[in-house]
């Protein structure tokens, strides 16, 4: 699968440009939540629709930080694959979505598993068993390597999740 980029966005320098940006961001978390609820009732069409109106209208107001309107970009670009995965939609668009959400980065190796996770686990809900097989080792592959330097128990959480979910996968295709 290769290197998946992990990337936070670094704190604004004045208080002013800290506050305008804790507006910004609280508005759009607030609207992200409204949309991902609606999400479930609409079709797939009209949800990167308005995923995507929502991220123009935030990131238009972040011109000054491209280092925020790159996150607010990230976690749509994530909303969108778990999205994708969500409602049905074929292996290549949830494929182009995860590799959309990895060019931009994620916030840590944890986020980067979830996703990769849900692409798993999208894969193989449509067949694709090996290669839902291929990203669950890689995903543990990755947590391994991390969880050799840093402690994290959502990481080692994850890693207990994922090899299970490789157990999974290997009991049903030997059933």
Same mark, same amino acid.
């Given at each position: 699968?290769?290197?998946?980029?992990?990337?936070?966005?670094?704190?604004?320098?004045?208080?002013?440009?800290?506050?305008?940006?804790?507006?910004?961001?609280?508005?759009?978390?607030?609207?992200?939540?409204?949309?991902?609820?609606?999400?479930?009732?609409?079709?797939?069409?009209?949800?990167?629709?308005?995923?995507?109106?929502?991220? *123009?209208?935030? %990131?238009?107001? #972040? =011109?000054?930080?491209? +280092?925020?309107? $790159?996150? !607010?970009?990230? @976690?749509?670009?994530?909303?969108?694959?778990?999205?994708?995965?969500?409602?049905?939609?074929?292996?290549?668009?949830?494929?182009?979505?995860?590799?959309?959400?990895?060019?931009?980065?994620?916030?840590?190796?944890?986020?980067?598993?979830?996703?990769?996770?849900?692409?798993?686990?999208?894969?193989?809900?449509?067949?694709?068993?090996?290669?839902?097989?291929?990203?669950? *080792?890689?995903? %543990?592959?990755? #947590? =391994?390597?991390?969880? +050799?330097?840093? $402690?994290? !128990?959502?990481? @080692?959480?994850?890693?207990?999740?994922?090899?299970?979910?490789?157990?999974?996968?290997?009991?049903?295709?030997?059933?």
């Amino acid at each position: 699968m290769g290197k998946w980029p992990v990337r936070t966005p670094r704190k604004p320098s004045s208080p002013r440009a800290r506050n305008h940006v804790q507006s910004i961001g609280g508005a759009f978390a607030r609207s992200l939540g409204l949309e991902t609820a609606r999400a479930g009732t609409i079709n797939y069409t009209e949800v990167v629709s308005n995923l995507l109106s929502l991220e *123009r209208q935030y %990131v238009a107001q #972040l =011109e000054e930080h491209p +280092e925020f309107a $790159r996150e !607010l970009r990230r @976690r749509i670009a994530e909303k969108l694959l778990e999205q994708a995965i969500f409602h049905g939609c074929k292996l290549s668009v949830c494929r182009a979505r995860l590799t959309a959400a990895s060019r931009l980065g994620f916030t840590d190796i944890e986020q980067s598993a979830h996703y990769r996770l849900l692409y798993a686990k999208g894969a193989f809900a449509r067949g694709y068993k090996q290669i839902a097989y291929r990203t669950a *080792r890689a995903i %543990v592959k990755d #947590l =391994e390597r991390s969880l +050799e330097k840093r $402690r994290s !128990l959502l990481g @080692r959480h994850l890693l207990t999740l994922t090899r299970e979910y490789l157990n999974h996968i290997k009991k049903s295709e030997s059933g």
